[in-house]
């Protein structure tokens, strides 16, 4: 069935499935970042190269960005809320085999499970969210969703930051999984909103068929856009910490604890506000949701050149800014490219936006810079984070014209 069932929005509840969606994808960045929180001490025991451990980040994301494609299809035509309970539970169940791996060829292979799974949820999670609000609200809307990858990431620096050393590196891989179940059946208690149900913009050819989304530049703009945003926030996401314990002298845990802060706190007000501004702008400018992204990364450059490549007291204060201002981006981004295709598409845009962004993005950046710290220091290897902040600015800048036009509607509010 093309379409679900029409329920009225006063018993969609959507607070509540916005609230359960957001915390199972807390979860899927917890046990995302714990593994870059407990590197160093895999490396340790099976003592692999820079490069090998890019390479897993890497494995990872090919095989999210392989499945992404089958779940976008799947996502049009069948319960989107199965599909994502499925998937729940096969990343929940890879990730307690996490006790059973012994070698790094056994690590490969979980982290080939836990990307298939993951895919379903990040494909399809998005697209609930669109069809629970409205265009004009889905700044702040995504704003609340998206919370979950700088919390959710830095609560995985800290977790596996703390436990890590105490217990060994596999136990901080648990603490997601039992959670991970239990609130995808939870979700199965909550009723699907109808597609489109809030969408106001015209269907046009090049917003609602797959043969149109190839020459929409609304959508095409903001994915890429995006693409080199995951590029730059991915690579510095999966070292940091590396970089802060092996070049700047903080121990391991500390490293951790002090980037895990940061993000948890960026990620948060980040976030929040710039779906907020992003909404309030909207008002004005069509194009609102690019001029935030865009703006944002443009500033951040310097910012973050200062955070990578300073030794004094210069430099904690520049990793906050800067990683505020590359976050700042998520909520708009997010709601850019919802709202650049109609209903009838949206999983397969999604899908399409996974694989590129990934693909050009932080299935690349992690090895890459692992490859050249081989070869040089993580400090150049980071200058390709930076020079993708460039030129994400410079696509969003360019893709303000090209937003459409949206009519505001009544909707339910969000407390905010």
């Known amino acids: 069935m093309l379409y679900s069932a029409s329920v009225p929005p006063e018993k969609l509840y959507p607070r509540t499935a916005l609230a359960l969606l957001t915390a199972l994808n807390l979860l899927n960045y917890i046990d995302r970042s714990v593994l870059f929180a407990v590197q ?12 090998d ?18 779940m976008g299809p799947l996502a049009n035509r069948y319960s989107r809320k199965l599909i994502i309970v499925v998937g729940a539970l096969i990343w929940s169940g890879a990730t307690l085999l996490t006790a059973f791996t012994h070698s790094f060829q056994t690590l490969l292979i979980r982290h080939t499970i836990v990307g298939i799974g993951e895919a379903s949820f990040v494909t399809i999670g998005p697209v609930v969210v669109s069809d629970l609000f409205p265009e004009e609200k889905r700044g702040r809307v995504l704003g609340v969703f998206y919370l979950a ?41 909550i009723p699907e909103p109808a597609r489109g149900h809030f969408d106001s913009i015209p269907v ?3 917003r609602a068929t797959l043969r149109g989304l190839m020459r929409n530049p609304a959508f095409w703009t903001a994915t890429l856009g995006m693409a080199a945003m995951t590029f730059s926030l991915g690579g510095l996401q999966v070292w ?18 002090v980037f895990g802060l940061i993000i948890a ?13 992003g909404d309030r702008l909207l008002r004005r ?5 690019y001029l935030v992204s865009a703006a944002s990364m443009a500033v951040g450059v310097p910012v973050m050149i200062v955070a990578l490549f300073s030794r004094g007291p210069l430099m904690v204060p520049a990793i906050l800014i800067g990683g505020f201002l590359l976050l700042f981006n998520t909520a708009p981004l997010n709601a850019a490219l919802l709202n650049s295709v109609d ?74």
């Open 40 to 51: 160093p001490l895999i490396q340790g025991e099976f003592h692999r190269s820079d490069a």
């Open 53 to 70: 451990f890019g390479l897993l980040s890497s494995t990872f994301f090919l095989f999210y960005m392989i499945a992404a494609p089958v």
């Open 149 to 189: 990858i700088p919390v959710g990431t830095a609560l995985g620096y800290i977790i596996g930051g703390y436990l890590g050393p105490r217990y060994g590196w596999r136990h901080p891989f648990y603490v997601s999984a039992i959670p991970g179940v239990l609130l995808a059946l939870c979700l199965l208690l």
């Open 204 to 206: 046009t050819p090049e």
């Open 240 to 257: 940091m910490p590396t970089f802060l314990s092996r070049a700047r002298g903080y121990s391991l845990q500390s490293a951790n604890r």
């Open 265 to 277: 706190f960026d990620g948060t007000v980040a976030s929040l506000a710039g779906g907020w501004l």
């Open 285 to 289: 400018w069509k194009g609102s949701y």
């Open 343 to 416: 209903a009838r598409i949206r999983g397969t845009s999604i899908a399409v936006n996974i694989l590129v962004i990934h693909l050009l993005g932080d299935a690349l950046s992690p090895w890459l810079i692992g490859f050249i710290a081989d070869r040089r220091s993580l400090e150049g290897g980071f200058v390709s984070a930076v020079i993708a902040m460039v030129i994400s600015s410079a696509i969003l800048f360019y893709g303000m014209r090209f937003a459409p036009i949206i009519r505001s509607r009544q909707s339910p509010e969000i407390g905010a």
